[in-house]
């Protein structure tokens, strides 16, 4: 499927805005998520060529690897996307649909580990808004003309991750499409950004507040060793351990780690949910639930409040715990919340359910 391209000159600069690679975590982490990473359910839908690897390496969580002196049918064997070489169109491209009902972008990176000699000269991200039946159809026809500007051409370099902040004013995204001059690899394609849910229309019915699609963002931790604390807020129980939190062992008496939660909305708790699935022999002994509400004053002046006493935890679990073991949750709505494990260890998903609750 080919989808109509637009000449290089269309394609405006609006300024570098890059970000150092070692700032990119730091700059985006506390308040964005990756709105096209494969476990939000993110998709590759069409692609110009991906001759020598597929497109949907793209969306991988993890960081690339190398495999050198491994060669498949095409050549090398790259852990990314890779075109053909004598590219006749001005670039090629890629299509992704959002794992998020829709999206404010914030930030693009571009990580081309590996690729050197092969990599992508420069490339730019544009968005589109379509929601509805036959929407992902009709964003890789050849007559679609909704392509917006989210990120102008960008150079690239050799093996290395390239990050920019996304500073022109643009509206929700549900759509990107990743163009690379003229053709080349890249390895990894993160979209940093808010999610923008669509809640239920009544205000009784009950959802996940803290869930990455629904907007909840993990805005700080103590520590992440082996595992981050985004992964708590994913949908579904995962894989294995490396798609959960996991801290470090610790060496001290009394130690406690920590994780901090923004609710995707505004809400009134019901029940908590703390998963240790895949842990079994480095699962927290107990855990303990704290919420603030943010109100107008701001995030600086949280007061956190105990929702739920420290409770002990199992290996490879589903630990609810409803309205009889919750405290502090009658009449009352939170923005945050921060769940803390003693003494350390890993945890694969933390979700906070309740109703949404509007501000009066």
């Known amino acids: 499927m080919d989808i109509q391209a637009l000449s290089p000159e269309i394609i405006q600069d609006t300024g570098d805005g890059s970000i150092p690679a070692d700032l990119i975590a730091s700059t985006f982490s506390s308040t964005c998520i990756d709105l096209i990473s494969a476990p939000l359910g993110s998709r590759i839908l069409a692609t110009s060529d991906e001759w020598f690897a597929p497109a949907s390496n793209l969306l991988t969580p993890t960081p690339p690897i190398r495999r050198a002196g491994v060669y498949v049918l095409t050549g090398a064997w790259y852990d990314g996307w890779e075109t053909r070489r004598h590219n006749a169109a001005p670039f090629d491209w890629v299509v992704v649909k959002l794992g998020v009902a829709s999206g404010l972008v914030r930030g693009v990176e571009i990580d081309t580990a590996y690729f050197d000699g092969n990599h992508a000269e ?18 890789i026809t050849d007559g679609f003309h909704g392509w917006t500007e989210v990120l102008g051409k960008r150079e690239c370099g050799p093996s290395k991750r390239h990050g920019w ?17 003229p053709d080349g690899g890249i390895a990894r394609f993160r979209l940093y950004g808010q999610a923008l849910p669509v809640f239920p229309a009544h205000a009784d019915v009950e959802v996940e507040l803290s869930a990455a699609v629904m907007g909840g963002v993990a805005v700080a931790c103590s520590d992440e060793h082996f595992g981050t604390r985004t992964n708590l807020l994913l949908p579904g129980r995962g894989e294995d351990m490396s798609d ?81 073991v919750l405290k502090n949750i009658t009449d009352k709505a939170y923005t945050h919340v921060k769940m803390t494990i003693v003494p350390d260890g890993g945890v694969k998903r933390f979700r906070v359910f309740g109703t949404v609750v509007k501000k009066t």
Not at 170 to 181: A, G, K, S
Request: net charge negative.
């Open 122 to 139: 420069s490339i730019a991200v544009q968005g589109c808004f379509e929601a509805g039946e036959g929407a992902d159809e009709k964003v």
């Open 244 to 324: 959960g939190w996991e801290t470090k062992r610790s060496r001290e008496t009394h130690h406690e780690d920590w994780v901090e939660v923004r609710l995707g909305a505004r809400g009134a708790i019901n029940r908590i949910v703390v998963d240790t699935a895949h842990f079994r022999g480095n699962f927290p002994q107990a855990v303990k639930v704290e919420a603030a509400d943010s109100g107008a004053a701001g995030k600086e002046h949280l007061r956190y409040v105990q929702v739920l006493g420290l409770k002990a935890l199992g290996p490879d679990r589903e630990h609810e715990f409803g309205a009889d």
């Open 165 to 181: 902040n996304v500073t022109i004013s643009i509206r929700p995204v549900t759509h990107v499409r990743l163009l690379m001059f």
